[in-house]
């Protein structure tokens, strides 16, 4: 099987994923005309010096501080059962829909004791999903699974979740690995800087990931857009940023970095 090859995807909401390239030196893309898109880099060789992932342990989702003992066998190991989560999504949108807050929520979600619901009961645990919250995109590839979870009320698009089919679970929006990566490294961030002195990565921008192989490996490569605000939430957006997430064959998040920014127009 081609390793870039979606074998099983679901979305629950438009817009349909991007076809994926085989080519090692093209991206697929799913870009608005709001969204300005930035070309890949070549060689690959040129990139920045990645940020390295830590080490996980196959029960402890990466920088979501849960307790190991709150998920005593990893759930997720060999990948994840779309069609059941999905169902099970559902399922707990309807009888846990009257939780009033996180903490109720996640009760409601545990007494959901069917076995065929192990995965997302174990996800919206981690996560600290809220009945409200939404799943709107989940996507199959060879080396891992793409969640997208859309939170109710939240100021920003989304996060993405990748689970390997090693069992990690990667926040790959808000956890350590990206948010570690120092934008003043990159070439761009003077010329940034000087117009926006408060330019900070924020959140993606609403948006399917660019999707190509890791060179010379079986594994994968996924790029994310994100918005540089000027210092907070509600500040003026100061440009993009591509961030680049390479995985090993089995999914393990092993390292991230800026590949390009670019600034407001």
């Known amino acids: 099987m081609d390793p870039l090859q979606p074998a099983q995807q679901f979305v629950m909401s438009e817009p349909d994923p991007p076809a994926v390239e085989s ?17 890949v880099p070549a060689p690959f060789s040129s990139l920045p010096t990645p940020t390295v992932a830590l080490a996980t342990n196959s029960a402890t989702a990466i920088g979501l501080g849960v307790p190991r003992e709150e998920i005593p066998a990893n759930p997720f190991a060999g990948g994840l059962d779309i069609p059941s989560f999905v169902q099970c999504k559902q399922l707990g949108a309807n009888i846990c829909r009257n939780a009033k807050d996180t ?15 192990k995965q997302f009961v174990a996800f919206a645990t981690i996560t600290g999903m809220s009945p409200k919250d939404d799943i ?8 891992l699974d793409l969640i997208h ?6 100021n920003y ?12 679970l990667v926040d790959l929006v808000f956890g350590p690995q990206t948010g570690g990566l120092d934008i003043r490294k990159n070439i761009r961030y003077p010329e940034i800087a000087t117009r926006f002195p408060n330019v900070m990565l924020f959140s993606i921008v609403d948006k399917l990931p ?26 003026e957006r100061a440009g993009f940023a591509d961030v680049l997430y390479n995985f090993s064959a089995v999914g393990a998040l092993q390292s991230t970095a800026i590949q390009s920014m670019e600034p407001a127009s």
């Open 23 to 39: 080519s090692a030196n093209t991206t697929a893309s799913n870009t608005s005309s709001a969204t300005p898109s930035v070309d």
């Open 103 to 117: 903490k109720e929520a996640e009760g409601c979600f545990k007494r959901m004791e069917q076995p065929v619901c």
């Open 136 to 143: 709107d995109f989940v996507k199959h590839y060879k080396q």
């Open 149 to 154: 979870l859309v939170r109710f009320g939240a």
């Open 157 to 168: 698009p989304g996060i993405y979740y990748s689970i390997g089919s090693n069992g990690d």
């Open 210 to 235: 660019k999707v190509q192989p890791l060179p010379g490996s079986d594994g994968l490569q996924l790029i994310l857009r994100f918005q540089l605000l000027n210092g907070c939430h509600a500040c």
